[in-house]
């Protein structure tokens, strides 16, 4: 999922400054599990816009606030409220923000959230960054361990020098990421592929932006 | 002698290091390389060592032959990426660097441009293939070159590394990658160096002990606490204790030399590459203790 933290609400205030009334949508997928976008998270932020003298004319929570045909026609029936909305505060990740501003061609959408990384929930609202999303994935030839995520240099073909007593360089609070990878391998007994597989210079043409897929090539067919 | 010649001979070959200054200044480090000129067979030229911006190693590894001082370019992964290292690489090449080590590179975060976007393209084991690759007359692309490099290529390894495992499996890496030398993280504990010599003398490759002056016991137990793959045994600190703080330093270059004389006594490795760190002025004096000189 997209992690997402609030923005510091000082900072949200300065954005928001030129506006009085707006309409707020949250997002019932990630940003909901971050605490950043579930009704509680609204209705919080509403009680902070009307402390600073604004309006708030409504709110409600998206299903998936990055879908664009979906969340366009979940909003149908908030028409009067967002008429009366002259900003939209979107309390979601940035593609979330994006869908919105897609939507609203005429109104000033504004983020609550700065979007983080694509992470794993380890317990509740604790977050690990996992995946890089590069397009070409090597999991399968580091055990299933991503070292250009967990290693804070991205490289793949061991530890550096920095590696002390099995921690990063850049914080005791990380494991670096090769000897885990080491680990795993010498649990399943793959250490020889480790150490005979030095992997190439990663091929980053995969990952230019911004990327498109259509993941439904046979519709698209159809329509030719 | 070139520096791989020396290294091929047989030689007890000695590196030492100048460290570029942060700033145009460059009287004090021309001193230190006019120090050294005759007595090192090759000085490595640190690339914005501890991710500290300074005068880049490409720079500096031209005036050291301008001084004739052979210098060994110090190349990481972090600040370029896979273009802007071959095209250093292809330029060190016109300017008469022969030798280039290959290495992946302290984070930003180490040093005192926190917010830089770090690059590591690739890292050091890509690097060396890079290296070999230009010596063959190809980028890494595959593309054609007008003209091959010939470079004599080197990386670094840390005998004392904890856990030690994944390091020798990427020290393996570096073999095929193309590494032809290698110069190694501070060594303190030479029976401890016996022993990784013994593994490492299977491949080959030659091998310089790396030595770092212990200025003092603190220094010793700062490097203890701080530093990755560093270890200095209890006695060498009990040794500097027992020296006083006005005997320490002497102390300090006494132990750097008397390890360099063990090294090269026994035959145990191929040379040392002596870090000075701002001491630079000392290295003839280790060296002559040492019998170098």
Redesign the interface.
């Known amino acids: 999922m997209i992690i997402t933290k609030k923005k510091d609400f000082q900072e949200l205030m300065e954005n928001i400054k030129g506006y009085k009334s707006f309409f707020l949508i949250g997002c019932s997928e990630c940003a909901s599990l971050c605490g950043t976008g579930s009704q509680e998270a609204i209705d919080a932020l509403t009680e902070a816009l009307k402390a600073e003298g604004k309006e708030v004319t409504g709110g409600f929570v998206a299903k998936t606030g990055c879908q664009v045909l979906g969340t366009k026609t979940e909003l149908k029936p908030f028409k009067e409220q967002l008429d009366k909305s002259e900003c939209i505060l979107i309390m979601s990740c940035g593609a979330g923000t994006q869908a919105a501003t897609e939507i609203f061609e005429d109104k000033p959408v504004y983020p609550t959230n700065d979007s983080l990384f694509l992470g794993n929930m380890t317990r509740f609202q604790m977050f690990d960054e996992r995946c890089s999303l590069c397009g070409k994935c090597i999991l399968d030839k580091t055990g299933g361990i991503c070292p250009l995520t967990a290693c804070?240099?991205?490289?793949?073909?061991?530890?550096?020098?920095?590696?002390?007593?099995?921690k990063c360089?850049?914080s005791p609070d990380i494991k670096?990421a090769?000897?885990r990878?080491?680990e795993r391998m010498?649990r399943l007994d793959k250490?020889q592929e480790?150490?005979d597989n030095?992997l190439?210079?990663?091929d980053?043409s995969a990952s230019i932006k911004p990327r498109t897929l259509v993941a439904r090539p046979h519709k698209e067919e159809k329509k030719k | 002698m070139s520096f791989k010649d020396a290294l091929n001979s047989g030689k007890f070959v000695v590196t030492a290091e100048v460290g570029p200054p942060k700033g145009t200044d460059i009287k004090e480090m021309i001193h230190h390389i006019e120090l050294l000129k005759g007595k090192v067979d090759a000085l490595n030229v640190t690339d914005n060592q501890s991710a500290v911006m300074r005068i880049c190693s490409m720079a500096v590894c031209k005036i050291a032959l301008e001084h004739g001082v052979e210098p060994i370019l110090q190349m990481t992964c972090r600040d370029r990426n896979r273009i802007g290292l071959q095209s250093d690489l292809l330029g060190a090449s016109i300017l008469g660097i022969k030798n280039v080590l290959c290495m992946t590179g302290d984070h930003v975060l180490a040093g005192d441009h926190k917010q830089a976007k770090p690059v590591y393209d690739v890292e050091s084991v890509q690097l060396l293939r890079i290296v070999d690759s230009l010596n063959n007359g190809k980028d890494m692309a595959g593309n054609e070159l007008k003209g091959a490099t010939d470079f004599f290529q080197g990386a670094v390894v840390t005998p004392e590394a904890n856990p030690i495992e994944p390091q020798l499996i990427k020290f393996e890496k570096k073999v095929r990658a193309g590494a032809k030398f290698f110069q190694t993280q501070a060594i303190y504990d030479i029976n401890k160096f016996k022993e990784f010599m013994s593994y490492a003398r299977k491949f080959p490759v030659k091998i310089l002990a790396g030595i770092v002056v212990l200025k003092s016991a603190g220094m010793a137990n700062f490097i203890n606490n701080n530093v990755p793959g560093i270890r200095v045994p209890q006695e060498l600190i009990d040794e500097l204790k027992a020296a006083g703080k006005e005997k320490a330093l002497d102390t300090g270059l006494n132990i750097a030399a008397r390890h360099i004389r063990q090294l090269k006594q026994e035959n145990i490795c191929d040379g040392v590459h002596i870090m000075a760190i701002g001491m630079e002025d000392k290295v003839p004096i280790i060296m002559e203790r040492a019998g170098l000189i």
């Open positions: 804070p240099k991205g490289i793949l073909n061991g530890p550096c020098g920095g590696c002390k007593d099995g360089e850049v670096c090769w000897v990878i080491y010498k250490l480790l150490c030095a190439e210079a990663k980053w």
